[in-house]
Structure formats: structure tokens, C-alpha cells
């Protein structure tokens, strides 16, 4: 769970942002995207398949 204690004298914008930082980094919403819907395992090999001939081609282009 994702909490943030307000300062003495911090204005509720300030702790909200702070908040918000703290929940992107976490990556609470990221997880809850992926178990909203079921994805085969043979879908899911290819994509990470995918994924990783794309990082590798932007590698090589990178280095060149």
C-alpha cells in the first residue's frame, strides 16, 4: 500500500504530487493493466519474442 505523510505546514498539491511519484514508480498501475485480461502463454512468448528483436535491432543501430 502506497502512502505519503504530509509535512507540517505542505500544501495538499505538494503531497498529491509526491503521491502520484510514488505510484508511478511503483508500477501498481501497470500491474493491474496486465491482470485485467487474460493473455495466452503462446501469444505471450511471442510478444516477448517481439520485444526482444526490437531491443536488439535498436542495439545495433545505436552502436553503428
Given at each position: 500500500m502506497i502512502?505519503?505523510?504530509?509535512q507540517a505546514?505542505?500544501?495538499i498539491?505538494?503531497a498529491l504530487?509526491?503521491?502520484k511519484?510514488?505510484?508511478?514508480?511503483?508500477?501498481?498501475?501497470r500491474?493491474?493493466?496486465?491482470?485485467?485480461?487474460?493473455?495466452?502463454?503462446?501469444i505471450?512468448k511471442?510478444l516477448?519474442?517481439?520485444k526482444?528483436?526490437?531491443r536488439?535491432?535498436r542495439?545495433?543501430?545505436?552502436?553503428?
Amino acid at each position: 500500500m502506497i502512502g505519503v505523510t504530509i509535512q507540517a505546514n505542505e500544501s495538499i498539491d505538494r503531497a498529491l504530487r509526491r503521491f502520484k511519484k510514488k505510484y508511478e514508480r511503483s508500477g501498481v498501475l501497470r500491474e493491474f493493466k496486465k491482470r485485467t485480461f487474460f493473455v495466452k502463454p503462446s501469444i505471450d512468448k511471442r510478444l516477448s519474442r517481439m520485444k526482444a528483436i526490437r531491443r536488439q535491432v535498436r542495439a545495433t543501430m545505436e552502436q553503428e
